[in-house]
């Protein structure tokens, strides 16, 4: 586990220290899933999806689709 402060500016955002965007491979514009308990804050990186994964989904469900369409159709 490592530790590090960050200050909160007036307008309630803070900078993550770099070796935690090192560590976490974050970059400018990276998305953050964000849990508060009311006592403790959780963040989390918001990894984008894999495209090829998504893509083979999309194929996959057009498939079943006009799969339906053809036998809906007898």
Same mark, same amino acid.
């Given at each position: =586990?490592? !530790?590090?402060?960050?200050?909160?500016?007036?307008?309630?955002?803070?900078?993550? @220290?770099?070796? $935690?965007?090192?560590?976490?491979?974050?970059?400018?514009?990276?998305? =953050?899933? !964000?849990?508060?308990?009311?006592?403790?804050?959780?963040?989390?990186?918001?990894? @984008?999806?894999? $495209?090829?994964?998504?893509?083979?989904?999309?194929?996959?469900?057009?498939?079943?689709?006009?799969?339906?369409?053809?036998?809906?159709?007898?």
């Amino acid at each position: =586990m490592q !530790i590090d402060i960050a200050s909160v500016t007036v307008k309630g955002q803070f900078t993550i @220290p770099r070796k $935690f965007c090192d560590l976490l491979k974050l970059t400018a514009g990276s998305k =953050m899933f !964000i849990v508060c308990d009311d006592e403790h804050l959780l963040l989390k990186p918001l990894n @984008p999806p894999d $495209f090829k994964t998504f893509a083979k989904v999309v194929r996959e469900a057009k498939a079943l689709s006009e799969k339906a369409k053809k036998g809906g159709g007898k």
